[in-house]
Structure formats: structure tokens, C-alpha cells
């Protein structure tokens, strides 16, 4: 094997220098571009692009949708950056932290010509790093040699594309016994990604048996709500159900998964409540950044329970999604276990649009 980095390891190179504002080269058969993370875009690095050819903003359809902005290539839409953009331009139309004060962004122009798969994939890469959903790109004509010169990350997106496609490899860490004082005696496994994402946990309670089905719960990571009682969300106290419920009945398996905001990360999940209080709501505040209602991987879980032995569950959960992707992975589930905790007045319109929009059963 040799000593330089798989293509995995280049994905997570790319991931690192994006958050940093270091652009990366992308290219695809012949075909290659230079991309930048829209919200790490510094004055000089916006003129280096400049330099190499005509500039374009990409960002996802439901950012577009706000903006009015025509998405020719389906879930994605090319905007062409004016000759008198500056970073702040790009920034204003990638972050919708000033929409409603300066609504009238455009005209804004899309491109419709062209393959726009690489411009695609600036999108995935930002997205999978916790930033906003959208990428300064520019077509190059010689993208190795430009990578090389410039010290860039070089991804070759036919060979990343299977790997994004597949949910992350989770190799087991260390597990130790664990005294909790909502769920008495257990142990703690900690599973670190492949691709060098977020760590993610399974928390036996009591000794679960591996031969009926297992009282489980997938529970996304809330900082706000797991760790500071934030009454905007049901979080911590479902959290705190679970493992009580799981007590009770003397064994159960939590999944704790490093799924901030729904998958979007506790920065974008932050500018979503900024314009919660702005008067969207939650699916309205993801869309108008550019994100899906929900931006998880429930195939996580699923490879979790199997790695530790378990192929049917119990699952506590209010949301059939949860329930469609443990089955489609392998994860037979006996029975829905309904969780109600946690709601109150700040909350109430957060759970009734998780009911009306997003099918929770609540």
C-alpha cells in the first residue's frame, strides 16, 4: 500500500481546507475545476479566482428558490458572478442572515450550458463539511498542473463519488463500563469514521440480549438541547426518556450520532434558529439555507446495531423515517415504541411543523 492518502483520506483534505477557505480542484475525465467554500471566501482568494476565468456561485435548488433564481441543472443552480461582485456579494447570496432586511438580490443570472456535475460536487464536499451549501467555482483547462503549483487538494471525482455515496466505515475505538444516573450501569463503544469525520457512540444499557428484539433508540446530537436544556427543541428531554424507559426495563441500546441540526452542524443549525426568530420555521429556515428538511444518515445507526449483534430492535422513535432506513439496512424493527417528552409553549409550532412537514408522529 503506499504511504500517500487513499481517496478517503483526500475527501477529508478536501473537507479541512474548504473550512479553512483553501480552495480545491476538482476533475472529472478530462474536465476539472478549482472550488471554494462561498462562506470562507477571503478578498485575495476571490481575486486569484477572478484571474483564472469567469466565476460562477453555485448553490442547491431551495437556496435558489428563495433567491428567485433558475435551477437549469434540477437540484442545483449555476449563478454567474457579476464583473463588479465582491466577497461580500457572494456572501449575501449564499447566507440568508440578511434576506428579509435586503430581499432584492438579483437580477441574478443561471447558466444553463455545460456539464455542471463538478460544480455539483463543490456542493457535496461543502456540505459534508458543515458549511453552507454553496461554492465559488471556475472551469480549468489544466487542472493537475494547476493543483501541484498551487499546493491544492486534487480529488478525482469518479473515484470520490462511490466512496460519499456509501455510508461512512465505523471502526470500533475503545468501550469501557460506564455508571449513569438516568440509566444505571453500562458501557460506552466509541466508533470513529473512516473518512476521519465525527465519532459516534453506543451506549449499552444493562446487558441488552442480542437474541429478541432490543429496546433501541437513534438519538441525533442536540448540544443545545442535550446539553443546555434548551427549550426550543424535545431533544433532551426524549434523550432523558430514553435511557430511563431503557432502565426500566433493565436493558436497551442508544445510539448517540454526531448529526447536529439534523445533519447540517451546530453552525448552520444556529443560523436556522436566527431566522427561526425572524418567523420561519424550521423547514422553511433549512430550505432558505440551501439544506433539505433533514440532512442524516440513519444508515449509521443501522451499521452500529449489526456491528454490535443486534438484528432486530425495538425502536423508540416518533419519526418513520428511522424506521424505513433501519429496515432498509438490514435492521429488522418488531415494534415502534412511541416517546412523548418535552413538549411546552416554546416549542409547541417546532413539534407541530416536525408533525405537519416532516411526518413525525407526535
Not at 462561498?38 to 435558489?64: H, K, N, P
Not at 493537475?144 to 503549483?149: H, V
Not at 427549550?231 to 430511563?244: E, V
Request: one cysteine or more.
Amino acid at each position: 500500500m503506499p504511504l500517500g492518502p487513499s481517496i478517503v483520506e483526500c475527501l477529508n483534505r478536501a473537507r479541512a481546507d474548504l473550512r479553512m477557505g483553501v480552495p480545491v480542484v476538482l476533475t472529472r475525465g478530462a474536465a476539472g475545476v478549482i472550488a471554494v467554500a462561498a462562506e470562507e471566501l477571503s478578498s485575495d482568494r476571490f481575486e486569484r479566482m477572478r484571474a483564472l476565468g469567469a466565476v460562477t456561485l453555485v448553490i442547491t435548488r431551495r437556496r435558489a428558490e428563495t433567491l428567485k433564481a433558475r435551477a437549469y441543472d434540477g437540484d442545483i443552480a449555476r449563478i454567474k458572478v457579476p464583473l463588479d461582485a465582491t466577497p461580500a456579494w457572494v456572501s449575501a447570496i449564499a447566507d440568508p442572515a440578511d434576506d428579509l432586511r435586503a430581499p432584492m438580490k438579483g437580477p441574478l443570472q443561471s447558466a444553463r450550458d455545460g456539464d455542471a456535475a463538478l460544480h455539483r460536487a463543490a456542493i457535496t464536499l461543502a456540505k459534508s463539511a458543515r458549511l453552507l451549501p454553496a461554492a465559488l467555482v471556475v472551469n480549468v483547462t489544466s487542472p493537475a498542473s494547476l493543483a501541484a503549483a498551487e499546493g491544492l487538494t486534487l480529488i478525482n471525482w469518479d473515484k470520490a463519488l462511490p466512496e460519499l455515496s456509501e455510508a461512512a466505515v465505523l471502526h470500533p475505538v475503545i468501550s469501557a463500563r460506564l455508571p449513569m444516573a438516568l440509566a444505571g450501569v453500562g458501557r460506552l463503544h466509541v466508533f470513529r469514521p473512516e473518512d476521519g469525520g465525527e465519532e459516534h457512540y453506543a451506549i449499552e444499557i444493562g446487558q441488552p440480549p442480542r437474541d429478541r428484539p432490543v429496546l433501541a433508540r437513534l438519538h441525533s446530537a442536540c448540544f443545545t438541547g442535550d446539553l443546555l436544556g434548551s427549550l426550543k427543541c424535545d431533544c433532551g428531554p426524549q434523550l432523558h426518556a430514553a435511557m430511563s424507559m431503557m432502565r426500566a426495563e433493565g436493558a436497551g441500546m442508544l445510539l448517540y450520532l454526531n448529526q447536529e441540526g439534523r445533519g447540517i452542524g451546530l453552525a448552520n443549525k444556529m443560523r436556522a434558529y436566527s431566522l427561526q426568530d425572524q418567523g420561519f420555521d424550521t423547514v422553511e429556515a433549512n430550505h432558505r439555507l440551501g439544506f433539505e428538511d433533514d440532512e442524516r444518515d440513519f444508515r449509521l445507526g443501522a451499521a452500529l446495531l449489526k456491528r454490535l449483534g443486534f438484528a432486530t430492535v425495538r425502536l423508540l422513535t416518533n419519526n418513520p423515517a428511522k424506521i424505513r432506513m433501519m429496515e432498509a439496512n438490514g435492521v429488522a424493527v418488531a415494534e415502534r415504541v412511541p416517546i412523548k417528552a418535552g413538549r411546552g409553549p416554546l416549542n409547541d409550532s417546532y413539534l407541530t411543523t416536525k408533525a405537519t412537514k416532516s411526518g413525525h408522529l407526535l
